[in-house]
Each structure stands twice: as structure tokens, then as C-alpha cells.
């Protein structure tokens, strides 16, 4: 456990560890016992769910907490988002996507030196007053995932293993897989510590993403709910395990800030067992939506089906969630939906995904979203519906040929989580017993208005969320 021995500190601080994906009810409930240093800044200060944002995915979940935008604000819808109104042009998000000013914008203009290590988005790096390092976005540590430059041989002469991400997480060879997390992590922590040693910094972020890859490639075997379990398997204990251990990690880097640091602990969203997929596309085909001209043979992806666009009025994208996207008359090259019908088609659509059942026949509590409503305003390209399949229970699969509606294989490798909607956060100030209360009702936008607070900053009109209020 952390010594807490905090010397006399000479400014004020905030120091954020981001845990993308740590699941609350695991840090709260399940565990909490056992993670001695999260209990310590539990126990003193103030902690509760965080409610992530829609979708509540790493890209842009990240980067709202930091602008307190939500995605339409951000016009980032995902990891992939249209780059424009044809049917094939997809972009990828990367730190170039993201035009709003974040938490360290902001301290910047006053002089206070931010480091940042893995906030996604965060590669091609930018310029910031003190100093970058990409997130998994990056390609590998051998591109310049840096800022500065030469603070990637810093790192890598600290951390000669530092990677940014598990090459391959969705893999079958899961003992590989839980060694290369640990040593991912191990390395992220080392760099961590070392830069907060030896920067003279005044904001300190860093995101694991470890945690996010040890729920996708190892929930089934933690999980008794999820229906891929087998009780008494080798891997049961491998989540608690890596979650145990991640405190001691914590613990270490808590030993290094002084009496002027507020810490929080946190994440973009939480994780729950995937019960399976909905293939999106193959019901827009069974619903006459989508028009192939060949009926594919075997499984393949969307971009490689045969579409008749000329017939087609509705196409979707697969995902932790799905984005539906409708052909309309003046927007899209072939655009068959009048601008007269829009609403009705998209109501249409709505009440007949939301009705869908799951393959028992139950009900599912999929819900699917206008941006208009969910959203400040819908910059780029926005999807005309955000699906949300089963509570989060469900994903759902963009690819055509599976021959029925629900899928239990993932299309993209094997994979036993989905995001939950909320995620957590602990709030800690030496300086302040807190009361080890937990509050209810806070937001992942809230976390930057809360920052710029701590450094008695005022904070912008056009930030969505509101200051954590930690007093009694």
C-alpha cells in the first residue's frame, strides 16, 4: 500500500490516471477489499459512477472528458466516421480530429506544463506546453509518437519494451495475451514514474489500456453470467488478478506526488459480458432496406458485398454499437429517400429496431438515437441513427452472410465484453477528507470543468458538463 507521506508542496497539481474501460462495480464492490491504494483514495475522498457518453467508446469517450463536448460537438462518432457522402470514404479519428481545446489547452495559455501519456486520441502527437505521448492509435513506438521528438528515446531507454497497445488482442492464444497486458502496463508505469520524477509539471494524465484488453479477451472466463463460462477454468481469477495487481501499480506512482495533488482515478466507460451480435445489414437486406445484387457467399464484410445502391435505402455499420446510415435524394450520389420522407423512414426504422427480440424471443431494451437528440449540435458527418443493441449486451455485426439475425461468433476475432454506460471515478485531496462518500449523477464531461476548478480557473460557457462538487 501506498506510504502517503506527503512532503510540503510547492503548487498546486492534478494528476489523472485513466484506466480505460475498469468496469465500477468491480472497483467498488467486488474488489475494493483488495486494492489497498484505490480503497485509501475511496476511503478519503469521494468516488461514483461516471455516465460515459453515447457511444461509450475509448474514441471519442476520451477526448469528451478532456473538451467536456459530447461526440457530435467533437463530430467524431466512433473510430471510423464518414469522411463525406459517398458510400465507400471512411476516415479514421485520430488527435487531428479533435479541433476543441482540452484541460490542457487551457493550462497552457497560463504557462502550467501538462504531460500526457496514452490519451487516446493522441497520435499524430501535437504541441503541448510540456509533453505527448501517442496513445494506441499510434503505429508502434518506432513512428513518432512523441512530443517532443526526442522524449521517444527517453521513453524506450526507461522502458525498452514500452508499447502502446497489445498487437492482436483479439486472439485465442489468451496465456500470450495476459503476458503481454502485464507487460505493457508494467512499462506504461515505469515511463509514468519516471516522467513525473523528473518534469516539473502541474497537470499529469496518463491512460492504461490494459484494463480495456484484458475485459475484451478475458470476460467469458471471470463472468459465470456470460454464456460462453466454464466454471473452475485456469483463467477465472485472471481479471481480479490483473486488477489486484494494477493497484500496487497505482500504489507506487501515489508514493511520488506531494501534498498539493489532487488525484483522480478514472474511466471513459465501464464493461459488462457479451451476450452476442445483431447483424445489422442482414436485417436491412430481410427488411428490403438493402438491396445486393449478389447474395454473398460465406461471410464478408459490407464493403465487399455487391450493393445495389440504386434500390438501397438504408446501409449500417457494426461496432460495440451500430451506426445506421439512410441514401437520400440530394445528399447521398444515388440517393433514393425524398427529403419529405426522412423523418417518417427514420421513425420507421426506430420503432422496428427497438422491437427487435433477442434470439429467445425476449425483449432486448435496444434503443436507437437521433444525434439531433442526444447531441448539442452534429458537426461532420453524422450517422442518421446511433443504435445502442440489448442494454450494451449486444453488438452489433456489420458483416453479411451469416444467415440469421443474431450472431454468437464476432467478426472481428474473439471478443467477451461490451461496453457498459458507466464507467467510474475516484476523487482524492490530501489536503481534504473528503469523507469517503460516493456521489450519484456525475458525467464523463464533468471531469474537465473539475480540473480547470482545482486550478481555481473559470470554466468555459460551452463546456457541457459541471464542476464535481466533493464538499460535504
Not at 484505490?38 to 478532456?66: F, H, K, R
Not at 503481454?180 to 494524465?205: C, G, P, Q, S
Not at 453488438?395 to 450472431?407: E, I, P
Request: hydrophobic share 35%; charged share 25%.
Amino acid at each position: 500500500m501506498a506510504n502517503f507521506q506527503f512532503g510540503k508542496g510547492k503548487k498546486k497539481r492534478v494528476l489523472v490516471i485513466g484506466l480505460d474501460c475498469a468496469e465500477p462495480s468491480l472497483v467498488f464492490q467486488q474488489y475494493r477489499s483488495e486494492l489497498p491504494n484505490l480503497n485509501y483514495l475511496m476511503s478519503n475522498g469521494v468516488w461514483g459512477e461516471l455516465e460515459s457518453v453515447y457511444p461509450p467508446i475509448t474514441v471519442p469517450a476520451w477526448a469528451c472528458s478532456q473538451t467536456s463536448k459530447d461526440p457530435g460537438t467533437l463530430g467524431i462518432y466512433g473510430f471510423r466516421n464518414r469522411a463525406d457522402y459517398s458510400y465507400e470514404k471512411m476516415t479514421i479519428a485520430n488527435a487531428r480530429s479533435v479541433r476543441e481545446p482540452a484541460v490542457w489547452d487551457y493550462l497552457g495559455r497560463l504557462g502550467k506544463q501538462s504531460y500526457l501519456i496514452g490519451v487516446p486520441p493522441s497520435y499524430p502527437p501535437r504541441q503541448v506546453n510540456g509533453g505527448m505521448v501517442g496513445c494506441f492509435l499510434s503505429p508502434n513506438v518506432n513512428s513518432k509518437f512523441t512530443y517532443p521528438e526526442n522524449l521517444r528515446d527517453e521513453i524506450l531507454n526507461v522502458a525498452p519494451n514500452y508499447a502502446v497497445d497489445v498487437d492482436n488482442f483479439r486472439t485465442e492464444n489468451k496465456q500470450w495475451l495476459l503476458e503481454k497486458i502485464y507487460e505493457m502496463t508494467e512499462a506504461r508505469f515505469k515511463v509514468i514514474n519516471h516522467l513525473l520524477k523528473t518534469r516539473d509539471w502541474d497537470y499529469f494524465m496518463s491512460v492504461e489500456i490494459g484494463v480495456d484488453r484484458l475485459h475484451h479477451g478475458f470476460w467469458k472466463y471471470h463472468d459465470p453470467l456470460h454464456m460462453k463460462h466454464e466454471p473452475n477454468n485456469p483463467l477465472l481469477t485472471c481479471i481480479h488478478d490483473y486488477y489486484v495487481w494494477l493497484d500496487k501499480q497505482i500504489g507506487a506512482t501515489l508514493e511520488l506526488i506531494d501534498d498539493e495533488t489532487s488525484v483522480i482515478v478514472m474511466s471513459d466507460h465501464g464493461a459488462k459480458r457479451m451476450d452476442g451480435g445483431i447483424a445489422v445489414n442482414e436485417w436491412l437486406v430481410n427488411e428490403g432496406y438493402l438491396l445486393l445484387d449478389e447474395k454473398p457467399e460465406g461471410i464478408i464484410p459490407l464493403s465487399k458485398a455487391k450493393i445495389n445502391w440504386d434500390k438501397t435505402r438504408v446501409w449500417g455499420e457494426g461496432g460495440y454499437y451500430s451506426r445506421i446510415f439512410m441514401n437520400v435524394q440530394g445528399r447521398e450520389p444515388n440517393g433514393i429517400i425524398p427529403q419529405s420522407e426522412y423523418e417518417n423512414v427514420r421513425n420507421e426504422l426506430i420503432a422496428k429496431i427497438e422491437a427487435l427480440p433477442d434470439h429467445t424471443g425476449k425483449p432486448m431494451k435496444t434503443r436507437a438515437y437521433k444525434p439531433q437528440d442526444i447531441y448539442v449540435k452534429s458537426n461532420n458527418i453524422a450517422p442518421d441513427l446511433i443504435v445502442i443493441w440489448g442494454d450494451l449486451y449486444w453488438r452489433g455485426v456489420g458483416s453479411l452472410g451469416h444467415g440469421a439475425l443474431h450472431t454468437f461468433e464476432n467478426d472481428t476475432g474473439p471478443d467477451d465484453a461490451n461496453h457498459a454506460q458507466m464507467g467510474m471515478y475516484i476523487y482524492f485531496d490530501p489536503k481534504r477528507n473528503l469523507g469517503g462518500r460516493e456521489l450519484k449523477g456525475s458525467k464523463l464531461v464533468d471531469i474537465a470543468p473539475t480540473v480547470l476548478n482545482e486550478f481555481g480557473l473559470h470554466v468555459p460557457s460551452d463546456m457541457i458538463g459541471k464542476i464535481i462538487r466533493s464538499e460535504a
